[in-house]
């Protein structure tokens, strides 16, 4: 298996784990405040994340990597899912997709930005257009929408795009799952006390399901997932897994029916089709095209 397909795998792993997030927090914030879960699921996955690393014996980063894995963790870490906890309190689930589905292109971008990547021009166009999809699936459902939700939900794509960049881009040279485990680390001093100041007075109303669900998201959606998901953009492109987050919306919306028994209409369906060839038309084109070479003189 080359290295650009098995990108794919782990990103397309990566995404599924990600897609579980949506079910598992809304059956979490039923008993824990949105707050509490965001420190508290950053908090648990890095004291897993460096149990893994001493187990492991990985050396520690060089300073020249601390700002950058800052950043990602700012990003992914403490930015996403804290903005789009507080989003989430104003604006439906269905409205935050239009948001959701920008991510891909928003990634792209700090891909060329951070990632020094060159995708061709018709890379744009499926992204664009995947966007489109994703985005206009969502409007059809006429959610109501709010200044305040909505410029939280942009500022949430905007640092998660730049923090899956930089961890990807770190990912590069000191691995995947490395990359995830710094920088929930470099969190944990941040997030580690205000989960215990934001934690609730008592635990004894807190439903099994809601564990589950901190569970779901402290191990796999803070870790696990990132562990194939930076993986994947390291091997096969930032820019072009990347547009696999297309497909996640309609992936948390099909586990949703499943698990909370929400309906699945044939819109979202002919949606997911048409997002998934983009997927498909974006991957093409996400290499630079390559040049002909000079024919040699006899």
Known sequence: MDKTTSGWINGFFGVAIFAGSLPATRVAVIDFDPTFLTCARASIAAL?????????????????????????????????????????????????????????????????????ERPQPLFWLFSVLGAACVAGYALSGNAEASLAGDALMLAAILVCGLGYAEGARLSRTLGGWQVICWSLLVALPV????????????????????????????????????????????????????????????????????????????????????????????????????????????
């Not at 899912?81 to 604006?91: F, K, R």
């Not at 215990?196 to 007075?201: E, V």
């Open 48 to 116: 897993l994340g460096c149990a893994l690393l001493l187990l492991r014996r990985q050396p520690r980063p060089q300073a020249a990597d601390v700002p950058s894995l800052a950043l990602g963790a700012l990003g992914v870490v403490v930015g996403f899912p804290l903005l789009t906890a507080l989003a989430l309190q104003q604006i439906s689930s269905a409205h935050s997709i239009v948001f959701i589905g920008l991510l891909p292109l928003c990634t792209a971008i700090f891909a060329v930005l951070r990632g020094g």
């Open 191 to 298: 997030m580690l006390p205000l989960a215990l100041l934001t934690q609730p007075a008592s635990f004894s109303h807190v439903s099994p399901s809601a564990w589950l669900g901190l569970a779901y998201v402290s191990l796999f959606s803070m870790l696990i997932g990132f562990m194939f998901w930076y993986r994947g953009l390291a091997q096969g492109g930032i820019a072009a897994v990347g547009q696999l987050q297309l497909t996640q919306p309609f992936m948390a919306l099909a586990l949703a029916a499943l698990l909370l028994h929400e309906t699945v209409s044939g819109t979202m369906l002919l949606a997911t089709l048409a997002a998934v060839a983009c997927v498909a038309g974006a991957r093409k084109y996400a290499q630079p095209a390559q040049r002909p070479q000079p024919a040699q003189r006899q």
